[in-house]
């Protein structure tokens, strides 16, 4: 199976934080947990390149989706027919960077566009965003996932039942992020809602 791209701890880290069990059986839970934590936090950790198209907003400022910025490769604007665009190049002096932080949990990259390219409709980008290498709290974030994610796996299933008025009870039936305590490091992390 090995381990996605995404994965923000190794099989090594899980065993030296004393998780056991076959090497499938830890990468299966470093993927599912990095996964989970990529989900709730709404955006891509691991530094990445992205092409992505802005509708224009009059303002001549596009929060970019993916941080922290680390470059700006293109600003572009989009013309011409749907289905058959055209692309124009905005020189480096027509538009300037903002939040260019890499140190900063949850402050997206701000694009300033010039003035006399206010009218235009949409905008692609191309920049590069996210961590080198996973920042310490978000691994120790998803170690502490896999091992709820581990224990929940063996204590799931019916954990009590009444016959008199029927009732069942269900283990470890919540959702894991809040379950697992690590919701209140991942809000650092997560993309403000507009």
């Given at each position: 199976?090995?381990?996605?791209?995404?994965?923000?701890?190794?099989?090594?880290?899980l065993t030296d934080a004393g998780l056991t069990g076959e090497t499938a059986y830890l990468e299966a839970l470093i993927n599912?947990?990095?996964?989970l934590i990529e989900k709730y936090i709404g955006r891509s950790?691991?530094?990445?390149?992205?092409?992505?198209?802005?509708?224009?907003?009059?303002?001549?400022m596009i929060a970019l989706k993916n941080y922290p910025?680390?470059?700006?490769?293109?600003?572009?604007?989009?013309?011409?027919?749907?289905?058959?665009?055209?692309?124009?190049?905005l020189d480096s002096d027509e538009y300037s960077l903002l939040n260019k932080d890499t140190n900063s949990y949850s402050q997206?990259?701000?694009?300033?566009i010039a003035r006399r390219y206010l009218g235009h409709?949409?905008?692609r980008i191309t920049y590069t965003a996210g961590?080198?290498?996973?920042?310490?709290?978000?691994?120790?974030?998803?170690i502490d996932l896999c091992g709820f994610l581990s224990g929940s796996a063996k204590s799931s299933g019916v954990k009590?039942?009444?016959?008199?008025?029927?009732?069942?009870?269900?283990?470890?039936?919540?959702?894991?992020?809040?379950?697992?305590?690590?919701?209140?490091?991942?809000d650092l992390y997560r993309t403000p809602s507009v």
């Open positions: 199976m090995g381990l996605n791209a995404n994965a923000f701890v190794t099989v090594n880290d599912r947990a990095s996964s950790i691991k530094s990445a390149t992205y092409v992505e198209e802005y509708d224009g907003n009059h303002t001549g910025l680390t470059a700006v490769t293109s600003v572009e604007t989009i013309t011409g027919e749907i289905g058959d665009p055209d692309y124009d190049a997206p990259g701000i694009i300033r409709d949409r905008y961590y080198a290498t996973v920042p310490e709290d978000l691994k120790m974030a998803c009590s039942e009444t016959l008199g008025e029927y009732s069942i009870t269900y283990g470890n039936t919540g959702d894991p992020i809040t379950s697992s305590g690590i919701k209140f490091v991942l």
